[in-house]
């Protein structure tokens, strides 16, 4: 089932300023990690990622993804620190069509004579908040017994 989005992740995908990172899986389970500025929501509701490079590593594991219903990770920071991960299924991708021409018009308007391989489509499963002060405070509510000693002397 698909995870739903909200206004500061939408944002924080939206502004040029985060950093957005795509984690993929090999066929032998190694990860492949890689900053992706392209990363987007679609208008409905789910991720869009723009692969420039037919053989890229990233575009031959989303393509296994999708085969063998493997997930994806994508990491997002924002320029205040915030950070949240979003776990997802490649459920489909786009090598043409309009919104694979939409999002080729708009490839070449930024980075001039390039290809576009796809535009994959990322339904995300689960959104987790890796704020330290929220993971934090589930951390000490979840095992409130792991602390170390000298805090504990402390109290």
Known sequence: MAALLNK?????LADPAS??????V???GLP???VRQSLQVG????LLYTELLESSRTNKNLVRSIWYDKQVSIAIQGPQGQSYQ???VPVKTHITGPLFQKHYTEVRRKLGDVDLAAVWIIEPLEVINENF???KAEEEKNHPFLKHLDRLAQH
Do not use: S
């Not at 500061?8 to 924080?12: P, Y």
């Not at 208008?43 to 789910?46: I, L, P």
């Open 32 to 34: 492949h990690v890689v």
């Open 26 to 28: 090999d066929e032998a």
């Open 19 to 24: 950093v957005k990172v795509l984690a993929t």
């Open 86 to 88: 979003i776990r997802g």
């Open 8 to 12: 500061e992740i939408r944002d924080l």
């Open 133 to 135: 002060a929220v993971r």
């Open 43 to 46: 208008d409905d509701g789910n």
